[in-house]
Nanobody, 122 residues
Framework: QVQFVESGGGLVQAGGSLRLSCAASGITFSMTPMGWYRQVPGTRRELVAH???????GYADSVKGRFTTSRDNAKNTVYLQMNSLKPEDTAVYYCNALSWTTGWVPKFGNYWGQGTQVTVSS
């Protein structure tokens, strides 16, 4: 059974930091690219960071230079370190495995976790 469990969200002031974690199960984690998405109610999920099996990373322009993703293959866990947070980073954050087609897409689109809420106050 594929499962993603996100944690680490919370309420923080602008300029602050949070570290999110996502524990994955039911997948061959060490070989699988992973991504962090965020969603604001009424909008589409947005991919903000990804990390491939070899730990090469990529970021959306909106978070580049502020967010860093990493992974611990021994723990089947991917992390998102978020620094210099802005009110516009407020969203529910999710992780999923990724597949490449014409771009990164969620590999298990029917297996989203509950997400973790990040709220940044101004």
């Amino acid at each position: 059974q594929v499962q993603f469990v996100e944690s680490g969200g919370g309420l923080v002031q602008a300029g602050g930091s949070l570290r999110l974690s996502c524990a994955a199960s039911g997948i061959t984690f060490s070989m699988t690219p992973m991504g962090w998405y965020r969603q604001v109610p009424g909008t589409r999920r947005e991919l903000v960071a990804h990390i491939n099996g070899g730990s090469s990373t990529g970021y959306a322009d909106s978070v580049k230079g502020r967010f860093t993703t990493s992974r611990d293959n021994a723990k089947n866990t991917v992390y998102l370190q978020m620094n210099s947070l802005k009110p516009e980073d407020t969203a529910v954050y999710y992780c999923n495995a990724l597949s490449w087609t014409t771009g990164w897409v969620p590999k298990f689109g029917n297996y989203w976790g509950q997400g973790t809420q990040v709220t940044v106050s101004s």
